[in-house]
């Protein structure tokens, strides 16, 4: 689920919420306009639910390493190289990269 289809599914539950108790408000009121209430209702539970995730979108910050687009992609994980490598010949650590043995010269 992305971020825009999560804040749609936040909106329609708060919608849903509000369509439903606004009218069980009213009627324990004595109001008689149930249409009225569940359409009020929705629209009050969409604003409801945007004003309390208006301080939830302000206190929350934005990754900055971390791709907006590309959230598999790993932030720059620091890769165990090694440091030398064995001559097969002589057992003689060279640096990685290195193509001849600094001991006995042979290709690595
Ligand atoms: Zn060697």
């Known amino acids: 689920m992305n971020n825009s ?5 936040f909106m329609v ?7 439903i108790f606004t009218p069980i408000i ?3 009121k004595g109001y008689t306009n149930m249409v009225g209430a569940f359409i009020g209702g929705a629209l009050m539970g969409v604003l409801g639910g945007a004003l309390i995730l208006l301080p939830v979108w302000i206190f929350t910050r934005r990754k900055k390493a971390t791709p907006f687009l590309s959230p598999a992609v790993p932030a720059a994980v620091p890769r165990a190289v ?4 064995t001559c097969p010949r002589c057992q003689q650590l060279n640096r990685v990269g290195a193509k001849f043995c600094s001991r006995c010269g042979n290709l690595i």
């Open 13 to 19: 539950g708060w919608a849903v919420i509000g369509a």
């Open 26 to 28: 009213f009627k324990r």
């Open 82 to 85: 090694p440091t030398n490598s």
């Open 5 to 9: 289809s999560a804040l749609v599914a």
